[in-house]
């Protein structure tokens, strides 16, 4: 509460000391994270697609899981999901998982400590699944406007589900804990396998047929048979039906109907195909009709998302209440039921919540008491598991586990390493050989050999061109000395004279005597002749 002031300039202290602040190392900050995120949110169920899975040499996988706006990371450790194979993990696997939100602080990231996991698979029957809910959706067999709502105190309910399996056992331990007086009627069939979607089918309108006949007086529920009797008939007729639904084989005779009473004192009837089912004591008509079986992979519940099953809900005049398979099981009978519950143990809670609410009301004072011891034992099972939970959380396997994520870790980032430098020492060694292949002696001979020959061509070309060179010169020279050649003048009509003794060439008449012998050449052989007279002026040359 702020001081009051005492006049318009008391504005108390204007300068006051620094607060004091806490400052936080980043591993205080992380584990005060861990720690709330482990007592806020705790163990969560969560559903998604993996990816990026590492499957480690030490046993623990890790994986992200994810949908089209999100990621977590998760770690499954070694020893945890027991009865699980991690070799059923693939990349894409759609899967539901349940363990503990937490922090690994090395990284400061939170994750999921996996310690169940439940696969999703998407196949041929999934596909099937979508295309039948999309086709009856779009005939309106899931219209919200023809929903019905279930009557608030019900005095008889008729039941379509397997006389052996456990959800008829969950459904009469709720009913006689809750409403006692509730009246049962058995319609026995099949629930999985080939034709049990047309036994349910048939119980359905089974029940729908007699609920508007005329009931016949049968076994009262308040028979002095009694509470064991009556176990001993259900644990009698625990086996295959004597009389059941169409295609149920049956070892009595047709014409008589076999009840039984059930634990608490309700009625079971069982009575063969197209005869009216007897009623037990209030009349023989029906206030609804529960649809149920337990648990079971897609390919157990596939009765129940076959269209004829799916018709004979629509059709029932009885409001129908649909409760197959586990909380997180979705059949088409849920969607076309008037109402979908969880679990059998739910739908018998709901059929028997109006009565259920007045028994309390009417007993106040009983039921408020068992509400505070409830609620009281409600709170000391939320502190034991608290205590349970923070015990798990510093169990020191959960530090030993931490420490192996860790090494992990640790190792995943050394193989990388090992990877990245193995990779280095590779290329290297490639750039040397590459190098070394470049320098190798038989490259260097067989470059100089190819450079030879490179040589070889060159000199032959070479002296090729220049011996063409000569002969082209030759041919000329040879032309021009044919040209200054004396046989050339001789061909053109001239002589030469030549001294017959010496062979020299006679250029003028004073080189020749009387009686000299001459010899004189012409185009075409020589002449023999010798100087008669005197030298005549009129043969002299002139130079």
């Not at 067999?141 to 009557?151: G, I, S």
């Not at 037990?280 to 992979?297: F, K, M, P």
């Amino acid at each position: 509460m702020n001081k009051p002031l005492k006049s318009q300039w008391d504005f108390g202290e204007l300068f006051p000391a620094e607060a004091t602040r806490r400052v936080l190392t980043v591993s205080e900050l992380t584990a005060s994270v861990k720690r709330l995120l482990e007592r806020e949110v705790g163990q969560v169920w969560v559903t998604g697609e993996i990816t990026n899975l590492r499957l480690q040499s030490s046993g623990h996988a890790y994986f992200s899981l994810k949908d089209s706006g999100a990621q977590l990371n998760c770690v499954l450790f070694r020893g945890e999901a027991a009865g699980f194979s991690r070799d059923l993990l693939s990349d894409g696997q759609k899967v539901v998982l349940f363990g503990d939100l937490t922090v690994y602080e090395t990284r400061g990231q939170y994750q999921l400590r996996v310690t169940k996991l439940e696969l999703q698979g998407v196949g041929a029957l999934q596909i099937a699944f979508e295309k039948l809910k999309q086709k009856l959706n779009a005939e309106g067999l899931f219209a919200p406007e023809r929903k019905r709502a279930l009557p608030r105190y019900p005095r008889r309910i008729g039941i379509v589900t397997s006389p052996t399996g456990a959800a008829l056992r969950d459904v009469i331990h709720v009913i006689e804990r809750r409403n006692p007086a509730l009246e049962l009627v058995l319609a026995p069939c099949r629930v999985q396998g080939r034709g049990a979607a047309e036994e349910v089918a048939a119980a359905i309108r089974l029940l729908n047929e007699w609920a508007f006949h005329e009931p016949i007086p049968l076994i009262p529920s308040f028979s002095p048979i009694g509470r064991e009797g009556a176990r001993r008939a259900v644990e009698r007729d625990s086996g295959p039906p004597s009389v059941g639904a169409p295609g149920l084989e049956s070892t009595e005779p047709l014409h008589e109907p076999t009840p039984a009473l059930l634990p608490g004192g309700e009625l079971l009837l069982r009575a063969p195909n197209k005869t009216p089912l007897p009623g037990g004591a209030g009349g023989g008509r029906l206030d609804l009709i529960l649809v149920t079986r337990g648990g079971g992979s897609l390919e157990d519940l596939w009765a129940f998302n076959e269209e004829i099953v799916a018709r004979a809900i629509y059709e029932s005049a009885v409001p129908v209440v649909s409760a197959v398979g586990h909380e997180i099981d979705f059949t088409i009978s849920d969607f076309v039921a008037d109402v979908r519950a969880a679990t059998p143990s739910v739908a018998a809670e709901l059929i028997t919540e109006g009565v259920f609410a007045s028994r309390e009301f009417i007993a106040h004072a009983p039921a408020q008491l068992g509400h505070l011891v409830r609620e009281r034992i409600e709170v000391a099972t939320e502190a034991l598991d608290d205590l349970l939970a923070r015990f798990g959380r510093t169990h020191p396997r959960r530090r030993i586990q931490e420490q192996a994520q860790r090494l992990d870790d640790l190792q995943s980032t050394l193989l990388r390493c090992v990877h990245f430098g193995f990779r280095e020492q590779f290329a290297r060694g490639q750039t040397v050989g590459q190098r070394l292949l470049r320098l190798r002696p038989s490259l260097i001979v067989q470059r100089r050999r190819e450079l030879l020959i490179q040589l070889q061509a060159q000199l032959q070309d070479q002296t090729r061109n220049r011996l063409k060179s000569f002969q082209s010169r030759f041919q000329t020279a040879e032309a021009r000395l044919r040209l200054l050649s004396p046989n050339s003048v001789l061909e053109r009509g001239y002589s030469i004279t030549l001294d017959a003794g010496s062979g020299k060439i006679i250029r003028a008449a004073q080189e020749v005597r009387a009686g000299q012998r001459l010899r004189t050449r012409l185009k075409a052989g020589e002449i023999g002749s010798v100087v008669a007279g005197e030298r005549h002026p009129a043969l002299e040359i002139k130079t």
